[in-house]
């Protein structure tokens, strides 16, 4: 049942020790694999069935803890783990980089007009909503009409945030216009952070209203806490704040510098592509690190939870999936 390099399979669970960041990293660098963007809807369904039979203790002869890791993956990637519905590709996990990136290369770009300021970061948001939604704790309903609030709320203040400090900037007096352009290179910083956290509130709001589900080390549901729903949005948030950082920081000062080479000074033309180049790369250091700083299914005190949670377990320590 071994396979090079692979634990023994258990379902549901990770491959990697999800007590310790490094776990987490490789974890979530799994979760977030581009590749499994291409997988068919006949390997899906193939995984699907292994893991039946894995629960049913049916496996086929020959079966390794390998090909039973790679289903799961396979599944992880693609289903959402509350509602079992197939996620659309753009809002996985494995395609925020793929197909976040190009929006990236946008809220960069050098002296944006007002247009284009709203517009990427409208479509920022706009994207960032559509995967925190895909990715929620989906254990309770949620409705349309909170899906739009949350959406208005977080492009709202995106838009807003990045205006304003786009006006400030050009109405600062202090500044030469050297700095004014180096300084506006930094805005989308604090306009992306702010919203992000925004949108990711809003848009999983209902979780505080309603709970999310609390279960046992035994995956038996003891029931709803709004506590944990606060937690879960609480790490999450965290999460959207540390994201931004090297996400938008880093390409701004490469190209900060890069810019005054002899290099970008005599082909202007390679400013795009090399601030892309640096921008995805960037992209894909930081979404794993930013989503492992808390594992996705998190631990709670029983004694911090409700009441009738306390007095539904023997067990002190009970779990929610957190959501990503």
């Not at 974890?27 to 995984?47: A, G, I, M």
């Not at 046992?216 to 931004?244: W, Y």
């Not at 005190?301 to 377990?313: R, V, Y």
Request: glycine share 4%; with cysteine.
């Amino acid at each position: 049942m071994n396979g090079d390099n692979y634990p023994k399979f258990r379902l549901d669970a990770s491959r990697f020790d999800q007590s310790n960041f490094k776990g987490r990293l490789l974890h979530f660098l799994n979760v977030t694999d581009p590749r499994t963007l291409f997988v068919s809807k006949k390997r899906l369904q193939e995984s699907i069935d292994l893991l039946e039979l894995y629960k049913g203790g049916k496996l086929p002869k020959g079966t390794t803890d390998k090909d039973l890791w790679e289903a799961q993956k396979i599944k992880q990637a693609i289903i959402h783990p509350d509602t079992n519905q197939i996620i659309p590709m753009p809002f996985r996990m494995s395609g925020f980089v793929p197909f976040g990136s190009p929006i990236v290369v946008g809220l960069l770009l050098p002296n944006p007009t007002l247009k284009q300021t709203v517009f990427w970061q409208w479509l920022n948001q706009s994207h960032n909503a559509c995967v925190n939604y895909s990715n929620r704790n989906a254990t309770k309903q949620s409705t349309v009409s909170k899906f739009i609030i949350g959406y208005v709320g977080a492009v709202t203040s995106a838009v807003s945030i990045a205006v304003g400090l786009s006006l400030m900037i050009k109405k600062t007096s202090g500044l030469t216009p050297s700095m004014k352009l180096i300084v506006q290179k930094f805005v989308p910083f604090p306009a992306v952070a702010t919203a992000s956290t925004c949108n990711v509130v809003l848009m999983r709001n209902n979780e505080l209203h309603d709970g999310i589900e609390v279960f046992d080390s035994q995956n038996k549901v003891i029931g709803t806490s709004k506590v944990a729903a606060r937690q879960a949005l609480i790490d999450t948030a965290i999460t959207r704040m540390f994201l931004p950082a090297p996400l938008l920081l880093i390409p701004a000062l490469v190209m900060t510098f890069a810019e005054k080479t002899q290099l970008l000074i005599r082909r202007p033309r390679l400013h795009l592509p090399i601030n892309a180049s640096v921008t995805t790369l960037s992209f894909a250091l930081a979404l794993p690190i930013a989503i492992a700083l808390f594992p996705q299914i998190s631990s709670i005190s029983k004694s911090q939870l409700e009441d009738e949670i306390q007095n539904s377990s023997n067990e002190e320590i009970l779990f929610y999936n957190k959501g990503l």
